[in-house]
């Protein structure tokens, strides 16, 4: 998990850089597919499949039996495939304000232990699920009783991502 930052203007937020520019980019966002590559190519899961798909790989050249070429493309596909999914997810999900009350759940994934859900509640009064990493938000509850995020707005998920939160006073 990326240890918080605070923005000089009070945003809690997992990496800066990520954050505004999400924030300064009306959807459709430029160079999306970039960001995301690069942003994939910082973080030890993606790497992770990439070097199980090149180990098998190498292990069918190495070996001269080719079995290992099919995991190898399927967990390239798979990767892909998530990938494709996220794009569209990024790039044309627009920003949304709203206010947390002090009533985190754990997300329903156990695998996603670090992660919180709360409901947000939009300026229009929608209330929208979001999920965001826990540790970023308890500490901003010990100063107020809600707390205001911004987050990327997709209907069809089933939770948005918070992309920062900050103390509402």
């Not at 980019?25 to 030890?44: F, G, K, T, Y």
């Not at 999920?131 to 970023?136: A, I, L, N, R």
């Not at 308890?138 to 995020?149: G, I, M």
């Amino acid at each position: 998990m990326p240890a918080p930052k605070v923005t000089p203007d009070g945003w809690v937020v997992s990496d800066p850089n990520l954050f505004y520019f999400f924030t300064s980019h009306e959807p459709p966002r430029p160079n999306v597919v970039w960001r995301l590559l690069w942003e994939d190519a910082r973080s030890w899961r993606p790497l992770a499949l990439w070097a199980t798909a090149a180990g098998l790989f190498a292990a069918a050249v190495i070996t001269e039996w080719w079995v290992p070429v099919a995991p190898g493309v399927g967990v390239l596909y798979f990767w892909f495939l998530m990938f494709r999914r996220t794009v569209p997810y990024f790039r044309d999900s627009p920003v949304l304000t709203g206010v947390i009350e002090d009533d985190l759940r754990p997300h329903p994934l156990p695998i996603l232990g670090n992660l919180s859900t709360a409901i947000a509640t939009t300026p229009d009064e929608r209330e929208i699920p979001v999920f965001f990493y826990t540790e970023h938000v308890t500490e901003l509850f010990k100063q107020a009783r809600t707390v205001e995020v911004v987050f990327l707005h997709e209907p069809s998920s089933q939770y948005c991502m918070v992309l920062g939160a900050r103390a509402r006073v």
